[in-house]
Nanobody, 123 residues
Framework: VQLQASGGGLVQAGGSLRLSCAAS????????MGWFRQAPGKEREFVAA????????YYADSMKGRFTISRDNAKSTVYLQMNNLKSEDTAVYYC?????????????????WGQGTQVTVSS
């Protein structure tokens, strides 16, 4: 699976962004999808995940209520809607795919990764 993330940018605190991740190469609906992020000097951390059919989602505690993950299997795309952004959300955001681990929050369970898109939140 090839993954291409987009939609990052510079936004003021309190603003919103929607990230997209377009997949190609394999049957998208076979894969569970996740979003991770990595800030400078920090380890990569889990953001959210969605099951292959879209019926199950899972969020990191700090993102609950602010971020929403969704997918459109007809378009082979997964989305991350981010609202009420904070300066601590500044990071490179990565989308990832796994076939067997559901809505896992472990980066090691994901087989395919996109290139990342930068999100910068100014305070």
């Amino acid at each position: 699976v090839q993954l291409q993330a987009s939609g990052g940018g510079l936004v003021q605190a309190g603003g919103s962004l929607r990230l997209s991740c377009a997949a190609s190469g394999r049957t998208f609906s076979d894969y569970n999808m996740g979003w991770f992020r990595q800030a400078p000097g920090k380890e990569r951390e889990f953001v959210a995940a969605i099951s292959s059919g879209g019926g199950s989602t899972y969020y990191a505690d700090s993102m609950k209520g602010r971020f929403t993950i969704s997918r459109d299997n007809a378009k082979s795309t997964v989305y991350l809607q981010m609202n009420n952004l904070k300066s601590e959300d500044t990071a490179v955001y990565y989308c990832a795919a796994n076939k067997y681990w559901g809505t896992s929050d472990r980066a090691g369970n994901y087989d395919y990764w996109g290139q990342g898109t930068q999100v910068t939140v100014s305070s």
